[in-house]
C-alpha cells in the first residue's frame, strides 16, 4: 500500500471490516489489534510495549471510534499521528 494515501479516516475504514493495523510512533511500535485484555477476551485494544489499552468490544465499532478519537499519544491524537505521518511510515503494517 501506498503510504502517502493513508488517513486517519482509511484506518477507520479498515478497522470497521475487522483489519489490525501497527505502526512506530517515536521509536515506539504500536498496534490496534482484536486480541483483547484480560478483562476482555473479544475487544479492540491499541497495544504498545508497556501497555493494552482497551478500546471497545469487537462488535462495537460506534465505540471503537469514539475510543480512538480519545486516545492521546505524546501528546497527539491518533488522527494527527496518522493524518500528518507522524509515525515511521516504513513500519505501517496492515493485517
Request: hydrophobic fraction near 35%.
Amino acid at each position: 500500500m501506498k503510504n502517502q494515501n493513508f488517513s486517519y479516516k482509511h484506518l477507520k475504514n479498515l478497522l470497521e471490516i475487522g483489519h489490525e493495523i501497527e505502526f512506530i510512533f517515536d521509536n515506539v511500535p504500536y498496534s490496534i489489534n482484536n486480541l483483547g485484555d484480560d478483562d476482555h477476551p473479544n475487544a479492540w485494544v491499541l497495544s504498545s510495549p508497556d501497555d493494552n489499552i482497551y478500546l471497545a468490544d469487537f462488535d462495537d465499532r460506534k465505540g471503537l471510534f469514539a475510543s480512538l478519537d480519545k486516545i492521546i499519544i505524546k501528546e497527539k491524537s491518533i488522527e494527527e499521528i496518522i493524518d500528518q505521518t507522524l509515525y515511521d511510515p516504513s513500519s505501517l503494517t496492515i493485517f
